[in-house]
Nanobody, 124 residues
Framework: QVQLVESGGGNVQAGGSLRLSCVASGSTNLITATGWYRQAPGKQRELVAAINRSGTTSYADSVKGRSTISRDNGKNMVYLQMNSLKPEETAVYYC??????????????????WGRGTQFTVYA
């Protein structure tokens, strides 16, 4: 019911910054929260930042103080700004949305939807 498309992938030298964008379409009124995840080569996917429907944000410990997640509800877009990037933060970055879904006559749960991801490389 929801489609997510990331943009802004590329490359930068260590110490540089990134700004990623994600646009959501479809049943966006059913989205309860959105966020950004990343997956480095040979590693598990991890949460970078998230923002819920009320605007409350959360960040991974490794990016606190140098990352900002924001949104534009009118455009159905979510952004991720990160500064002071490190080579080990080279990864595929994914946009995520939790979407309310009926799984039975009386059961309502939030299901995770994902974009295809965008590659971001940080050079030493």
């Amino acid at each position: 019911q929801v489609q997510l498309v990331e943009s802004g992938g590329g490359n930068v030298q260590a110490g540089g910054s990134l700004r990623l964008s994600c646009v959501a379409s479809g049943s966006t009124n059913l989205i309860t929260a959105t966020g950004w995840y990343r997956q480095a080569p040979g590693k598990q996917r991890e949460l970078v930042a998230a923002i819920n429907r009320s605007g409350t944000t959360s960040y991974a410990d490794s990016v606190k103080g140098r990352s900002t997640i924001s949104r534009d509800n009118g455009k159905n877009m979510v952004y991720l700004q990160m500064n002071s990037l490190k080579p080990e933060e080279t990864a595929v970055y994914y946009c995520n949305a939790d979407v309310l879904t009926f799984t039975g006559d009386t059961q309502l749960t939030a299901m995770a939807y994902w974009g295809r991801g965008t590659q971001f490389t940080v050079y030493a």
